[in-house]
């Protein structure tokens, strides 16, 4: 199997970046979260607030939005073309993709792409409250040995040498910059 990162990998840019943008031009309800998102960025940016913390912070807006199905639909639906071409070039069947992003954004993506293996960020997508860890780094690697223990990855790709541990566990690694694909190299 292939294991894909997500954001600035397969996707190009920052899918949950881009998602709240599209929320606040979308549903400018949301506007009413910005002080909160400055505040947690500040706190985060000085060391003072957990990551987890501070994108929760920053996902309350998604309580502003009744109809957040159809927002991520549209939204899904609206940005496939930052899709990479070479991905769509090698897609296999048993591609996993592992986000740190909300597992219903990526699941989202994946659906409308054929990609049926699919681990991210536990986030409610109505109050924007984690129900789970953050999916990144080392909790990629235990969430994949605990759904697949027997997984053996042939390639893995990222844009981010966070991912190290998953790449330590493949065949081949590939570090992803913007359309290239170098050997991992740590």
């Excluded at 920052?14 to 949301?30: A, E, G, H, M, N």
């Excluded at 591609?95 to 909300?102: C, E, G, R």
């Excluded at 690697?141 to 605990?146: A, D, F, G, Y």
Aim: proline share 4%.
């Amino acid at each position: 199997m292939n294991i894909y990162d997500w954001d600035d990998t397969i996707y190009r840019g920052d899918s949950t970046f881009d998602f709240i943008k599209y929320l606040l031009v979308k549903r400018p309800k949301t506007i009413l979260n910005l002080p909160l998102i400055a505040y947690s960025g500040l706190l985060y940016g000085l060391k003072k607030m957990p990551k987890q913390e501070m994108k929760e912070n920053i996902f309350h807006m998604f309580q502003h939005v009744k109809d957040m199905e159809k927002m991520v639909d549209e939204f899904t639906r609206s940005h496939l073309d930052h899709v990479k071409k070479w991905y769509i070039l090698q897609q296999k069947g048993d591609d996993l993709v592992i986000s740190a992003s909300p597992e219903f954004l990526i699941q989202s993506f994946c659906d409308k792409l054929g990609i049926q293996y699919v681990m991210a960020s536990p986030v409610d997508i109505h109050t924007g409250k984690y129900y789970g860890l953050n999916c990144h780094g080392e909790e990629k690697v235990r969430r994949l040995k605990e759904k697949y223990p027997d997984a053996r990855i042939d390639s893995f790709y990222s844009d981010s040498y966070s991912d190290s541990p998953l790449a330590k566990l493949a065949k081949e690694a590939y570090l992803v910059k913007g359309d290239q694909l170098e050997k991992w190299i740590e």
